[in-house]
């Protein structure tokens, strides 16, 4: 076998080892994503079973937190009933609950001391290798790839007996991998690979990423692949006489056609949750009434379909006469952007997209004099930080700053301590320097003579498929004055998981930009002059704007530079109103932290400022739900911040193409994200990161809980608990509500078996309000079954198709 057969076979062996073990992206882009996301193919209690035998990890509540659901009424007492009594449980639920206590799994055995010893030493060389400049002193030679350049440094490593030069190590991986699995039978190897790979999935997960994106620089100028790394930890097992071979009970693999009592308890809290939600969506106010509303909205504002942003439309839309819709935040537009005075670009869009288009920021024409103030500031900014950060890094200048520049930050300090809001008014003060929208604008006309990895700009042709997608998704039939993408971003300080609280469906990144992107889109006369040929009806004084939505104020800055002028009145009236809507959104999340105060809005800016505040927001804690309808389903209903919405019109959508759109994409994601909350809050050791007051930042990639081990791979304990204790995130898989036909609905899952696994498997539990029988709610079963939902309750008033003519007549 040659040398490139070799690696081909080794290389397929360890990436089929590999398929449990999750993703990782880096901490600056985190992306929210299920940590069992290779456990999908089989059903969720072998799964979570599965997990715990690989990675040690529970896959349920505790059941303390089931008991203090069942003490609050979270869960049904006849549904929990039902619910045993069809697992054939038939105690009282108290005793069930005595009796999950009794038989709590005791905790995972104690790894061996030479196995700690092999984890701490392989931590350390990926620490250093991995590093994406943070380092002063980078490990030498990483251009040459993981494995030469540790080759290279182990002989100098004291922890590693026996290495006293390169010559005593293989010369390549592959030479490696060879030399330490000789003394094993071939059909162990990857049993062994996959036990190793599982020993730290974060460090794992995130070269696994890393190796499977081509457009990362790093990656590019820094190679690392898994094969790499498994010959690098083999090696060292084998110096440090650690076990390599995984005992008996770590390769049995788990089969068991009964679900366990646990699980029989979160459905059954899960199943509470849809009850209620229903309940929610089919009850109208019946005081409410649309007879005095203005046939035209004065405003159409469209937000991420973030569980942050349930809670903003809903005081949006009290505050006046406006429309708010739900659209996934990177606004269908499948972008890599650079910021006008960034280093690299990002791609802005999910990961399961790939980036179809460069999009950057470059100065606006006629804007001169702004975009000189903007580089005037940024160079000065940019200037200080560098000099200030030479001069703590220097060692001949570092003790002499220290000692006199000790007072000054020690004042710094203390302002950011006790007067936090004073330093969020500082950094917000208007004579500071323009914003970059200001004097920037956004590259989307297709530039051929660019030379990058990906086309710059759009066509003509991809402009109109992406404003026409956008406008189907959400049924659109009628545009008011003012027609408002509103991406979003946190705003948080000396939070390494800041990332997190930004846009999920742009990898982790702001979502201004692309909401930029598709009003700049919009507004382009040709784009809608071809929309209009398509059948959209875009009125003549209908503007396009971009707008960001603050999460952690609830601030809504609208990026209004190049809205005429006939329009300033209406943008005037609009801001007043969303400052309204801000007070009130703020008001209500303030008192979800217990923090209720006389004035909401100067509380969240202050924990936008505060440089010792581990929780500047809720984030997505408490989503469990998806509703995919038109805002009929839901308006005037109080879902607590806990239900993503897309707007969908099953009217305007005859084939089915859009709901297919819908559910192959943010539906995936919404399931990422849910069981990223769900499982790093029943194990927030194992799938989690801990308390943010013991995590370590390392190379700007992740977070160590303590000096060391593995890379963390979920979100911290500040952003799920209310306290050490009790969790203020409800831990329940993801219920999906979707108002369309049955038919159409099952139809597209017959189509897409990823889907269908997902369902079938229990990772998601979907209930479809059937608009063609009177708004019947109907609830997946399996294998393409459904089963209708028996409850009192009014019909949800939606209109329904009648006659004769097709949903797109």
Known sequence: MTLEDKEIHFANSIERAAENVGSVWPLHSFVTANPLSGFEDQPFHEAVAEAERLFGGRGYPHPSVFRQAWKNGQIDPEVLTTQLESHGFDEDPETLLDQMETTESAAPSETGSSTEEVDRVLSKWLAAFLDQGNAKWPMPDREAGFYAAWREVAPYDGDIPSCDSPSDLPETPIAALEDVLAEYPQGEWEAIFEQQLAALPGWTGFIKQRASDDADPWQSNYPISLTEYLAVRLLLADFLDASIQPDEHATESVENDDVPLPEVWLTAWEESHRDWLLESVSQPDPETTTADEPARPAAQLVFCIDTRSEIIRRHVEAAGPYETHGYAGFFGIPMRYQAYDADVPVDACPPIVDA?????????????????????????????????????????????????????????????TLLPARIYDALHDTDHAPDEHES?????????????????????????????????????????????FTGHASQ????????????????????????????????????????????????????????????????????????PESHREDLVQLREDLTQAQSRATAERTESMADETADSVRETQRRAADWAETRPEWGLAGNASFVIGPRELTEDEDLGGRTFLHSYDWRTDSEGEALEAIMTGPLVVTQWINNQYYFATVDNAVYGSGSKVTQNPVGNVGVFQGNGGDLMTGLPLQSLYADADQPHHQPLRLTAVIHAPVEQVTEILRQHDQLLQLLDNGWIQLTVLDPEQDNAPLHYEESLEWEPIQSERSSVELPVQTGSGSAAD
Request: proline content about 4%.
């Open 492 to 563: 948080t300080t000396n939070n390494p998981f800041d990332s997190s609280l930004d846009c999920g469906a742009c990898a982790g990144n702001p979502g201004g930009p692309n909401a930029r992107a598709l009003a700049a889109i919009c507004n382009d006369e040709t784009v809608k002059d071809e929309l209009r040929e398509r059948g959209f009806d875009i009125p003549a004084d209908t503007v396009f704007l971009a707008a960001e939505h603050n999460t952690t104020t609830d601030e809504i800055t609208l990026f209004d530079s190049e809205v």
């Open 356 to 416: 179809q288009h460069r999009i950057t920021d470059r100065p606006t024409s006629g804007a001169d004099a702004k975009h000189d103030r903007y580089d005037r500031w940024q160079g000065v900014f940019d200037a200080g930080k560098k000099a200030l950060k030479a001069l703590k890094s220097n060692t001949a200048t570092a003790f002499s700053f220290v000692e006199n520049a000790g007072p000054g930050y020690g004042a710094a300090l203390a302002a950011r």
């Open 440 to 484: 920037c604008e956004l590259s989307v006309d297709y530039n051929p003579d660019a030379v990058h990895s990906l086309r710059e700009g759009l066509s003509l042709e991809e402009k109109v498929e992406y404003a026409q997608t956008a406008f189907e998704l959400m049924g659109w039939e009628e545009f008011a004055r003012l027609v408002v």
